[in-house]
């Protein structure tokens, strides 16, 4: 009697909530403002097809976390990294409660970079709801210091995009230096030669670490692609106590076979089926983030960190512990959920569906 009192209250609340978000901008507005997670869900909910994760609620929480000025990522290829971190994320740092004015993206090549720039241009420009609730933008289109950038007058903010190697010593927008700075993938399969990885870190210490202040946050995504790769000397130098930050590591299934994005890939067959599709070395090296005799795997997660999402989301959460594989990697065993429905994340994104039809 009380569990189905409970379960029914539970939904009335998710109901009330729901109604409020369609039909008031305010509490879209306060709600935006101060979370990420929600900001992307209405505004964004069209770029992720499935539920978060865990995974991806703890990469949500890291972008809001006021601990670490550096954050280094690595997960399974179509993990939703870069559309949380390259474009939801810039979208909310400037546009929420972060108030960033110059924001830095990097990438490996410049045709890499002005894609990234043209996903967050596309939102600004198409995305009604985000237009109607945080704008108009007025977006100006700049070329200074050799890299693409945008402007947003009405927040007075600058996005600015540059490859990796290129000198941004002197970077400012107006009196803002770089308050964020976003490193996206500036490694491939290519990038294997002792050299090619030393000048890439070198790079990093002389040009990227030094710039911006005390307040600049750097995120930086990518996959693995060598052993001695520039994600792995992030990683190494954050472990021995040289780099101040963050690193975590995503494969897409731990050493107990468990799948860390179950709301995508929901039987161990949807699992076999994508990796029949794939060359031996691309999935163990991409996906599960194994290379030679190393796996990379995750240790016990952050109990304070993880704990802080559902009290954000007002929302249960049951979920099961995973014992740590091994020591090698400074990443994370994250919690898994037992449960398969989000209550509210499915009510939202019913919201949204709802409330589009009715636009159209």
Not at 201 to 216: K, M
Not at 236 to 243: A, P, W
Request: a positive charge; glycine letters at 6%; charged letters at 25%.
């Amino acid at each position: 009697m009380n569990s189905t009192y409970s379960k029914n209250s539970n939904q009335t609340e998710i109901e009330k909530m729901r109604d409020k978000i369609i039909t008031d901008k305010a509490v879209r507005r306060h709600l935006v403002f101060r979370s990420h997670v929600w900001f992307s869900l209405i505004f964004l909910n069209h770029h992720f097809g499935y539920k978060f994760a865990p995974f991806q609620k703890e990469m949500f929480l890291l972008t809001e976390d006021t601990v670490y000025n550096v954050i280094a990522i690595m997960a399974f290829r179509g993990g939703g990294k870069s559309t949380i971190i390259s474009l939801s994320y810039v979208l909310w740092a400037i546009l929420g409660i972060q108030q960033k004015k110059c924001v830095v993206m990097i990438s490996k090549s410049q045709q890499q970079v002005k894609t990234l720039l043209s996903h967050i241009c596309h939102e600004l420009e198409n995305n009604k709801l985000l237009r109607g609730d945080l704008g108009p933008f007025k977006i100006d289109n700049k070329s200074e210091w050799g890299a693409l950038s945008i402007e947003l007058p009405l927040v007075g903010a600058r996005i600015i995009a540059i490859s990796s190697g290129q000198s941004i010593r002197g970077i400012k927008h107006g009196q803002h230096r770089p308050d964020l700075i976003i490193i996206d993938d500036i490694e491939d399969a290519k990038s294997i030669s002792l050299r090619e990885r030393d000048e890439t870190y070198q790079w990093f210490q002389s040009e990227i670490l030094p710039i911006g202040d005390e307040n600049t946050k750097i995120m930086i995504v990518g996959n693995l692609v060598h052993a001695n790769s520039f994600m792995m000397n992030i990683k190494e130098n954050i472990e021995k106590g040289r780099l101040k930050g963050a690193f975590r590591a995503y494969p897409l299934l731990d050493k107990h076979e468990k799948i860390l994005w179950p709301e995508k890939f929901s039987t161990p067959e949807s699992i076999k089926t994508l990796q029949e599709k794939l060359d031996d070395y691309v999935w163990r090296q991409e996906y599960l983030l194994h290379m030679g005799t190393f796996r990379y795997n995750l240790r016990e997660c952050d109990k304070e960190l993880i704990a802080q999402f559902p009290a954000k989301e007002k929302i249960p959460c049951p979920c099961k512990r995973l014992e740590p594989t091994s020591p090698f990697m400074a990443g994370y065993c994250i919690d898994v959920p037992i449960v398969n429905e989000d209550l509210l994340g499915a009510a939202v994104r019913k919201m949204l569906e709802s409330s589009s039809r009715k636009r159209s």
